[in-house]
């Protein structure tokens, strides 16, 4: 069974920075993808940033493009979202998942954690 560890998060000032993390277990392979999503309140889940353990390949929102950086370590099957240059549009629960094309097959998501921007 795939199972995900998220930490960090909490809450930072505008223009401050925050590191969160991912832990998955449980992935037979390095065939599968992990990045992060959002929701903030009334709003609906987005995606934030994900990275491809095939390639490296990355993805990210245009809201956070320049600011946010994903990188994975696939001895550990982690990975880092670093944030920079926050701002309190970024207040959100952030969620990690997983997209896994091996063994076992499905999506994954962690139990999510709260990031906070405010003076």
């Known amino acids: 069974q795939v199972q995900l560890v998220e930490s960090g998060g909490g809450l930072v000032q505008p223009g401050g920075s925050l590191t969160l993390s991912c832990a998955a277990s449980g992935l037979s392979s390095r065939d599968y993808a992990i990045g992060w999503f959002r929701q903030a309140p009334g709003k609906e889940r987005e995606v934030v940033a994900c990275i491809n353990s095939r390639d490296g390949s990355t993805l990210y929102a245009d809201s956070v493009k320049g600011r946010f950086t994903i990188s994975r370590d696939n001895a550990k099957n982690t990975a880092v979202l670093e944030m920079n240059n926050l701002k309190p549009d970024d207040t959100a629960v952030y969620y990690c998942?997983?997209?896994?094309?091996?063994?076992?097959?499905?999506?994954?998501w962690g139990q999510g954690t709260q990031v906070t921007v405010s003076s």
């Open positions: 998942k997983v997209t896994n094309w091996g063994d076992p097959v499905g999506d994954y």
